[in-house]
């Protein structure tokens, strides 16, 4: 399958402590999206990286949040100090230069207990 | 601010009646639009784009939405439901600039028997 994956797909962690997630976007795909949805919600933006620069983040993506895409491949996002508002979906996309359609991976479920 | 408004939060129809999902996006030059599908436990899905060619734009599963600038609307139908139509149905709009995806707050189509 050469989709978009994410690991882990479920996180369970107590407050405070730190959490990474993973994102392999599809192999020829510049551009790389971190997005997150809550309960009921639509996914809302964090941040995206077109090769290895990250040229946007959300103003939801607090000092406790990081991403990274060092080689321009894959990439992580990490959460430190979680907290219970943190506890999501955490959707990882990817898609060609700039205007075209983003492919989505099955998210890592976050709970923060 | 750029944003997307789904008009109805949840949508029943009887399977065989037309399907109509509605989507307004605030006004914007070179809007691209799309809708995604989401079933329950599985990944964001594409059903179709309109990236300002033709305004009538077909898309899978017999679906298609027409792009009225006019209106700024972007409302997605379906001649006649399936079972399988129930999902969670998102209308998305990207400005030229960034690519970010701007969701709307999701549709849940249920479709009766």
């Known amino acids: 399958d050469t989709g978009v994956s994410q690991d882990p797909r479920h996180k369970i962690t107590k407050r405070g402590q730190n959490v990474t997630f993973r994102c392999d976007p599809i192999s020829e795909h510049n551009r790389l999206y971190w997005y997150r949805q809550t309960l009921g919600q639509g996914p809302e933006f964090l941040t995206y990286f077109q090769n290895e620069a990250q040229l946007e983040k959300s103003r939801l993506l607090s000092d406790r949040f990081s991403a990274e895409r060092p080689k321009g491949s894959f990439s992580t996002l990490e959460i430190q100090r979680t907290e219970q508002g943190d506890s999501a979906m955490y959707l990882c996309a990817s898609s060609l230069v700039r205007g075209y359609e983003q492919y989505f991976g099955p998210g890592t479920r976050l709970t923060v207990t | 601010a750029q944003s997307v408004t789904q008009l109805d939060s949840h949508v029943s129809v009887s399977e065989g009646t037309p399907v109509l999902l509605r989507c307004n996006y605030s006004s914007s030059y070179s809007p691209s639009l799309f809708w995604y599908v989401q079933h329950p436990n599985k990944g964001l899905q594409l059903l179709l784009k309109?990236?300002?060619?033709?305004?009538l734009v077909k898309g899978i599963n017999g679906f298609e939405a027409e792009f009225k600038k006019s209106e700024t609307s972007f409302h997605l139908t379906k001649p006649s439901a399936h079972m399988s139509d129930a999902a969670e149905y998102f209308c998305?709009?990207?400005?030229?600039?960034?690519?970010?995806?701007?969701f709307g707050t999701g549709t849940r189509l249920k479709v009766l028997a």
């Open positions: 309109y990236t300002s060619a033709a305004t």
């Open positions: 998305v709009v990207s400005y030229e600039g960034t690519y970010k995806y701007i």
